[in-house]
């Protein structure tokens, strides 16, 4: 009885300064930025009188500057875009694989080695990759290669192409909205920067052979007795994936969708080392924002607030995940 | 005959679409790597945009040397000193998160306590968040523990926020042992420490790879913090050195891809060897250990 009570003792003392360091170094300090976010502190001496919603209602407004707003559109447009990249390409090369190829374990390599390297490397190779020349010296990087094999239809500005795509208020659908109130949508708010698809292809290139290895974890999953079936019953191959195999696998889109889109929302290293805030903006994103805005330019309680907002989203995403995971556990 | 042939022909044409498809993915995949390999092989000559694509004239390491070394006559910093940086931030941060997850995970596994269901997924929690919402006390803190801008902080900081993920393999792969074995020896009279240092310590080699190659990786490929606690270059390890050179207008752009080649080497390498047990670090990180 002595010993069991010790033996508890102890437990707790192995588990006790892991438990200290994330109460003060994750909860403590995400209270500390919290609070910060409502206060005035936004030069290098800090200052904590409270400000109320301040910070916020700047960050939401087009004055001074309606670059965060701008970074929402960023975000949107990125995790959208990444997240169907990465599901369709990682989808497609689970099913190749799973065709009994030979050499499968070196395709599956190099599937999924740009996981292993920082996107700091992604963003300095992708950055010289898609960069487009200039017309003094012409074309460089993937344009030329276009070029070369009789694809220069293809060239494109990458990154350095400031266009927004949008619904322009001149067109009939873009009337339409004016007319009901809603001419915010048909701005360039509501838009994709032609930009951000540069960030979307070195991040794929990166991060797809994930979803790859999780689809190939699940497709060897499915028993073969399933596809048989389906098959006497007359099903041809698109068929069995479409009504058996895809509903099978909806958990782990599911949690690709999850895992992929809080590293979306948090992008940063890519930016940083790929493309910066880019043309007007059309490359920032909000936790580039917030290093900007609070370690260069000093202005602490805004990026706190810019902080607060990017938790949330990410909380939001996956709190029910970690929920939802920790329940079906307890239920085993 | 006939019949044979008839099915197998379509067979043999959806084969090789197959294979064209995956050889056209791999090149994708691949065209980095080999833009990065010709580049770096380049002299310095024969650097030019219009020319990126074609072969080296032969195998020249001089954008290799200056990445390395520097040069002082381009007033170059080189990354040697930066790469030495991150191999003493990786593996002391590696060795220190590795014991203190397998201590977690022992007790979260087989010594659980009443609440102990809640707080696992409260110190999950940490693993997800954007650091962002944590910078800005923690460069006081650090400060304040004159741990800012130093090797040993940034030591700290990986530790500190790797508990998550350490806790988390560790304890989804001690919850595989049989809890009979620790049943059996709690009635031999072994006590807590006992059961791990004779029992599951030993058997736990394999966890602690997994571990040790996750933390490895991650804590190498750094940026955020890297960055945001070491402000001075000769400390600063190497994606940040990384970054700093490749956005320097003096640096042409051979060396950068030379500089690129060296900082993925070590986790490219981990990879190669030891792609079993990255796959099940990746796997596990998203939960379904």
């Known amino acids: 009885m002595r010993r069991v009570s010790s033996d508890r003792i102890i437990a707790l003392a192995m588990l006790t300064p892991s ?89 599956r390599s190099i599937f999924l080695f740009p996981m292993a390297i920082s996107f700091i490397v992604t963003g300095v190779v992708w950055r010289w990759l898609l960069n487009p020349g200039t017309v ?88 073969e007795e399933l596809r048989e079936a389906a098959r006497v019953d007359g099903a041809n191959e698109i068929q069995i994936y479409r009504h058996v195999i895809i509903p099978l696998l909806q958990p782990i889109t599911l949690s690709a969708v999850i895992v992929l889109g809080h590293i979306s929302l948090k992008i940063f290293d890519l930016v940083v080392s790929m493309t910066g805030p880019g043309p007007a903006f059309a490359t920032d994103v909000p936790a580039f924002f917030m290093w900007d805005t609070t370690f260069r330019g000093n202005n602490f309680a805004q990026g706190a607030a810019i902080a607060t907002i990017l938790l949330v989203s990410v909380a939001v995403l996956i709190v029910p995940y970690l929920i939802n995971t920790m329940r079906t556990e307890a239920e085993l | 005959m006939t019949a044979q042939t008839q ?75 930066n790469f030495m940086n991150s191999i003493y931030l990786a593996i002391p941060a ?52 004159s741990l800012y801008g130093s090797i040993q902080g940034l030591i700290f900081v990986h530790v500190v926020y790797g508990i998550p993920i350490t806790t988390l393999i560790f304890r989804n792969y001690f919850a595989e042992i049989p809890t009979e074995l620790i049943e059996a020896a709690k009635i031999d009279g072994a006590g807590i420490l ?65 500089g690129a080649l060296i900082a993925a080497l070590p986790t490219l390498l981990v990879f190669i060897f030891l792609g079993r047990y990255f796959m099940r670090g990746l796997l596990a990180g998203s939960l379904k250990g």
């Open chain 1, 19 to 107: 438990v200290i360091a994330i109460a003060i170094f994750v909860y403590g300090f995400i209270g500390f930025t919290g609070f910060s976010s409502f206060t005035n502190w936004n030069s290098l001496v800090p200052d904590f009188s409270t400000v109320g919603w301040r910070n916020y209602e700047r960050l939401f407004s087009a004055i001074p500057t309606d670059r965060f707003l701008l970074d929402l559109r960023n975000t949107v447009s990125f995790t959208i875009l990444f997240l169907i990249a990465c599901i369709v390409l990682g989808f497609l090369l689970a099913v190749l694989l799973d065709q009994r190829v030979k050499g499968e374990g070196i395709f």
């Open chain 1, 136 to 223: 003094q010296t012409g074309s460089s990087g993937v344009n030329l290669l276009f070029e070369k094999i009789g694809l220069g239809f293809l060239r494109w500005g990458w990154f350095t192409d400031p266009t927004i795509w949008h619904i322009k208020p001149d067109t009939g659908l873009g009337q339409f909205l004016v007319g009901i109130g809603l001419d915010g949508i048909a701005s360039p708010y509501f838009g994709v920067p032609v930009a951000i698809f540069s960030l979307v292809i070195a991040a794929t290139w990166q991060m797809s052979g994930y979803t790859m290895a999780m689809f190939l974890a699940g497709l060897r999953g499915i028993p």
């Open chain 2, 7 to 81: 099915t197998r022909k379509p067979i043999r044409a959806s084969r090789i679409a197959i294979y064209a498809a995956l050889f056209l993915a791999a090149a994708f995949y691949l065209l980095p790597v080999y833009v990065l390999f010709i580049t770096g092989m380049k002299s310095f000559q024969e650097v030019n945009l219009s020319r990126m694509w074609d072969l080296p004239s032969g195998f020249h390491f001089d954008s290799y040397i200056t990445a390395w070394f520097g040069s002082e006559k381009e007033s170059i910093t080189g990354l040697a000193g």
């Open chain 2, 94 to 145: 590696t060795l220190f998160s590795a014991v203190l997850g397998s201590l977690n995970g022992y007790v979260l596994a087989k010594w659980k306590f009443r609440g102990s269901n809640i707080l696992f997924p409260l110190m999950l929690f940490g693993m997800f968040i954007p650091y962002q919402s944590i910078l800005i006390p923690l460069v006081q803190v650090l400060k304040n523990m």
């Open chain 2, 194 to 258: 006992g059961i791990y240092r004779h029992i599951l310590f030993p058997i736990s080699m394999p966890g602690f790879v997994v571990v040790m190659i996750w933390q490895f990786q991650s804590i190498w490929n750094d940026f955020l913090f890297g960055v945001i606690v070491t402000s001075r270059p000769t400390v600063q390890p190497m994606t940040v050195a990384l970054n700093n050179m490749a956005g320097s207008y003096v640096v042409q752009w051979n060396v950068q891809m030379a």
